[in-house]
């Protein structure tokens, strides 16, 4: 009754189906099937009231506010799941077309973009990292590198391949960072024959957990960069979570700071599908960037011969382009 009148525009077959959701959740734990269909199929209205039918109170007021307080978490937690269990799923089936088993031409022949002077201990970011074997060649040369991924098994197939134990170890984030979203580990690369005299191989620092629900408090808590490299990340995330993906990332840059950004431009795929990667222009790009990095172009480049997959699924055109991006200082 409370929710029939404070939701009159739902009409009675409506509110008769979804109130027999109500009460089987009656039996439930409030919290993972209430989650579950507030952000896939369940209304969030319809959310809220059955949070609270399940802690046995029907008062509108708590209704009202337990749907508020869905609105500022739990929506966030479940496209968060959303998000990983799409990437997890690339993982447990091994379909890691994006891994590189060299260093990234882009990072070898822009590296000096980021850093002008070659001086060990310098920090550098690595969004969406998966296991790049960019952040093994870059902590043999002494800068502290920290990369961020939500697929566990990233984490351990990176120690497995670049370390001389195999596993990774697991580290205490700072006090500020979110410990039940977030999770730290650390690896410490082995060093190859030929390593640099003098360069004492840096540990890597990885955390496990959804990049784009790192908030504000986390990235002063990790100390903002003054470097990232972006090798594909924007391109592999969904158009609709460019924006907070740029907001993140905007968070844990330091300004002056710099991203060096990797990005692709291409017809859509045959059956319709713009992606991953997904196009990302340089108009989209400055949109997406503005009042928080200046954009350079850098390069751009033809490389539809160095991925396959792009031919097999009917793309006609696929350009490379490289960025620098720069860190604006907030506006007081």
């Not at 502290?144 to 134990?165: H, K, L, M, N, P």
């Amino acid at each position: 009754q409370e929710l029939k009148s404070s939701r009159p525009a739902l009409c009675a077959k409506q509110l008769s189906g979804r109130l027999a959701m109500l009460r089987a959740l009656q039996t439930c734990r409030p919290g993972p099937a209430v989650r579950m269909w507030s952000c896939r199929r369940f209304p969030r209205c319809l959310a809220a009231a059955a949070q609270a039918a399940v802690v046995g109170i029907d008062a509108r007021a708590t209704a009202e506010q337990t749907m508020a307080k869905l609105a500022a978490s739990d929506t966030r937690s479940c496209a968060a799941d959303d998000r990983l269990a799409s990437w997890q799923a690339q993982w447990d089936e091994k379909k890691l077309g994006w891994h590189m088993a060299e260093i990234n031409p882009v990072l070898a022949n822009n590296f000096k973009e980021l850093f002008h002077q070659d001086i060990s201990g310098q920090r550098i970011l690595f969004p969406l990292c998966g296991k790049t074997i960019d952040m093994a060649f870059l902590a043999r040369s002494g800068y502290r590198v920290v990369g961020v991924d939500g697929v566990e098994a990233a984490i351990y197939e990176f120690a497995a391949e670049q370390s001389s134990t195999g596993i990774p170890s697991h580290l205490d984030l700072p006090e500020g960072v979110d410990g039940a979203r977030f999770k730290g580990y650390t690896v410490v690369p082995s060093s190859p024959e030929g390593q640099q005299p003098g360069v004492t191989p840096q540990p890597v620092t990885l955390i496990k957990g959804d990049f784009l629900s790192i908030g504000k408090k986390d990235a002063e808590s990790l100390v903002p960069f003054n470097a990232a490299f972006d090798r594909g990340s924007l391109v592999a995330v969904r158009p609709a979570d460019r924006f907070q993906y740029m907001t993140t990332l905007s968070h844990l840059i330091a300004p002056g700071g710099k991203v060096l950004l990797q990005v692709f431009e291409h017809d859509p795929f045959e059956d319709g599908r713009l992606g991953p990667p997904f196009e990302v222009t340089e108009a989209q790009l400055r949109e997406l960037c503005a009042g928080k990095f200046d954009v350079r172009p850098l390069s751009r480049r033809d490389a539809l011969d160095d991925i396959p997959y792009m031919r097999e699924v009917g793309v006609t055109y696929f350009t490379e382009c490289v960025y620098l991006l720069q860190r604006l200082a907030p506006a007081v």
